[in-house]
């Protein structure tokens, strides 16, 4: 029973290994695009037609991303404001968008 829960863990571990993989190819998807977009304007565009594709589709739903319009459309956002993503991902970025959504709360408050 033990080499059954250590198989079954070992697997699992092997699983979130590879989901943070694919994540970080969507990570890279998005970039390459936030690149285009600053180059030839078309970033949006090109995450739309990436991630609408069998491929893009794939490497979604293997990052645990349900590849639909609503995910589609959220990428498109993303890559339209052109902010890369590993500063998106960083805390001084989040603490800046809070900072800024308190402040509009207060405004309309």
């Known amino acids: 029973m033990r080499d ?17 993989l ?11 695009a936030i690149a285009d ?3 030839y ?8 037609r990436w991630a609408r594709s069998r491929d893009g589709r794939e490497v979604l739903s293997c990052a645990g991303i349900d590849p639909n319009e609503r995910v589609v459309s959220g ?18 970025e989040s603490e800046r968008r809070n900072a800024a959504l308190l402040a509009e709360a207060a405004e309309a408050a």
């Open 4 to 20: 059954f829960v250590d198989g079954t863990a070992f697997n699992a571990e092997q699983g979130n290994r590879a989901r943070k």
């Open 22 to 32: 694919f994540a970080a190819v969507v990570l890279a998807a998005l970039d390459d």
């Open 37 to 39: 977009d600053k180059k």
């Open 41 to 48: 304007g078309n970033g949006p565009e090109q995450i739309a």
């Open 75 to 92: 990428l498109m956002e993303f890559v339209a404001k052109g902010v890369r993503t590993s500063v998106a991902l960083s805390r001084e």
